[in-house]
């Protein structure tokens, strides 16, 4: 039967009536599978293998909560614990609510148990895929899992592969699986690669509203996986392959990388001519449709910007758009210190924002991290403050400060007067890349200010203004 024959039902009896019955140790009898109807059911049985991460848990959540039933797969046993206890372990907008009642309803349970994956009709992938100290992306773990998991896989099971990869890892994937099985893929297992595009903290509403990227190698494995994502999401699925499916991932963040890097070179060039970068994107921006610039940003990184141009780039010669992206991006901290350091003589400097962008609790890659190695390096004191985190929460660090760096711009920073007022000194340099505080935006030395010049009862950043950042911000 040609992959395109017939279509299919997985999960629930269908997986006992509808396939072949072998156990992933031994080949199948058959090599295709032969009777389908490809309705999903709300009730199917889900693994999803990286559920306790970032973006796993928002995607469990929402998958059991269309009325799945959902094995929420991971390693990690205190996040898991964490979970079942009914609490988020990090900032994900309605995500409590959720969790509440899918284990209410008993349609979640996490599990560090991957034999679980034997009784599940779709198994999805989305573990975290970082880069070693080298800048080369680690897959390994990728290709060890499928290795592992392979005496729990069954005839008929859907496996969907949703973290960010490389092109030409999902076909590297259906190599090993095929390998490791004797089965093929498209006839006994289905595998698509459809990628993550939601933003941290807004995962629940984008993971409905988003369109869905499918790369699958025929009509029938796209056509399944449209089916199983359209019990959980309102948009479309757009059919391409898997290579083209992990280029478009890849491309959709260095697009935003590579315009925060224009956004921060005109900053910079902006700079040397001691013109406020501001003024000149308002100017271009006004009634002129072409140009579609973002704000310029202190801390344009995060786990996903800062490494997904190294899996862009793999295997590509001359990535050098990419790389000089992040060269621009990772220096901000840099170029900002040193202009502080021009400016006055420091002892302590005000970091604030220690997250990687506004309303996260997420600090991983933020480059706040890095001004305070730089500001430490050079024997001053770094006072950290950040809303989000509860070892940081404390604003009266700031009182003394002879510099202060806006490296995330919360909305919990948005009243300029009151920060002055706790930072207590007219002498103290404000620095807002950003430019968040709309009295000093247009004012400023290019977003360098000093104390005494801004004005009382100065406008706090507006809701509307701060969502704007937010908006160009959010990665
Ligand atoms: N964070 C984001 O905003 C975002 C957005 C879109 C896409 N992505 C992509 O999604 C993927 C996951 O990102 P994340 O930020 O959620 O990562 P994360 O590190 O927060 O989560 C990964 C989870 O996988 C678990 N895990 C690791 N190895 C495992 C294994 N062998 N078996 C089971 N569980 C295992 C970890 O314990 C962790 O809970 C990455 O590829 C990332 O690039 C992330």
Redesign the pocket.
Known sequence: MGADAGALRLGGPNLRMGFVETTGSMPPKKTVVTERENEFMPNEKVAV?????????GLTLSIADAGHQVFG????QS?IDTVNRGEIPFVEEGAAQMLARVLANGRLTMT?D?SVIANCSVIIV?????IDENLNPVVA?LH??FR?IRPHLRNGQMIVL????SSGTTDSIRGTLERETQWRVGANLFLVYA??????GK?LVEIRSLPQIIGAYDRLSFHTAEKFFSTFVENRCLHVTPCEAELA?LMCNMARYTAFAVANEFYLIADQYQANVHRIFDACGYDYPRFTVPSPGANVS???LF??GFFLAQGFPFPELILNSFKINESMPVHIFRKIQLHREIRKVGVLGLTFKSGSD?T?YSLSFKLKKLIEAAGCDAACIDPYLPKYKDFSQLRGCDAVVLMTPHAEFANLNSLAEIVDNGRCLYVDIWGFWPAMRGKSANGCFYGGEIPQHSATAEPHAATEVVAVST?
């Open positions: 293998i990286g559920a306790a991460g970032h973006v796993g848990l797969i991971d390693i990690n996040a560090a991957f989305i573990l975290g895929t970082p773990p060890n899992l592992s949703r973290s960010t990869v990628p993550e595009r939601v933003v941290q995962s991932k995060g786990p996903c490494k997904d997420d991983r990665r």
